[in-house]
Antibody
């Protein structure tokens, strides 16, 4: 059974950089698929941040592209998100998911990130 | 960029009712439309892929149809556990866009 688990800090100050990791179990990242990040501000809808292929190739939301770095570590079987220059508008639940490119079929439980001084 | 709209934004229906949600894409996306269910406080769950293919384990009361720019999602007989927000999603390969969601309440 494929499972994903996000980890990272729950609270950041404005201008700081968010670093999140998603550990994958039950499936080897190097076997294929894309691996994506999605966020959801409080009370709002879903926003795709980007996806990274097991080779390291990335596809990013154009509205966040300048601030986002995605990476994958096949040895540790995890992938990561860095989002720079955080503001209150980046407060959200951040999800990682397996991106089959015909659907995001396995999701982590989500981690809440709050940006506040 | 392809824009996605959903209607209605919310609805309230009784147990046993037939519920239909519409998703419209700003450009032709063929059949590459996906439907998710998000229950309160939980991660989204993929229900339907490629407009009409039910994911394994998803109850048969859920169905989807459509192609091109207009798609529909149907719950044939609403159950109490179907209280959730439903999102459509498309790939403008390889970018991902979600619709704004439809909140389904039980009367």
């Amino acid at each position: 059974q494929v499972q994903l688990q996000e980890s990272g800090p729950g609270l950041l100050k404005p201008s700081e950089t968010l670093s999140l990791t998603c550990v994958v179990s039950g499936y080897s990242i190097s076997s294929g698929y894309y691996w994506g990040w999605i966020r959801q501000p409080p009370g709002k809808g879903l926003e795709w941040i980007g996806s990274v292929f097991h080779s390291g190739k990335t596809y990013l939301n154009s509205s966040l592209k300048s601030r986002v770095t995605l990476s994958v570590d096949t040895a540790k079987n995890h992938f990561s998100l860095r989002l720079s220059s955080m503001t209150a508008a980046d407060t959200a639940v951040y999800y990682c998911a397996r991106d089959r490119h015909d659907g995001l079929d396995v999701w982590g439980q989500g981690t809440t990130v709050t940006v506040s001084s | 960029d392809i824009q996605m709209t959903q209607s209605p934004s919310s609805l309230s229906a009784s147990v046993g009712d037939r519920v239909t949600i519409t998703c419209q894409a700003s450009h032709d996306i063929n059949k590459y439309l996906f439907w998710y269910q998000q229950k309160p406080g939980k991660a989204p769950k993929l229900l339907i892929s490629d407009a009409s293919n039910l994911e394994i384990g998803v109850p048969s009361r859920f169905s989807g149809s459509g192609s091109g720019t207009v798609f529909t999602f149907t719950i044939s007989s609403l159950q109490p556990e179907d209280l959730a927000t439903y999102y459509c999603q498309q790939y403008e390969n390889p970018m991902v866009t979600f619709g704004p969601g439809t909140k389904v309440d039980i009367k």
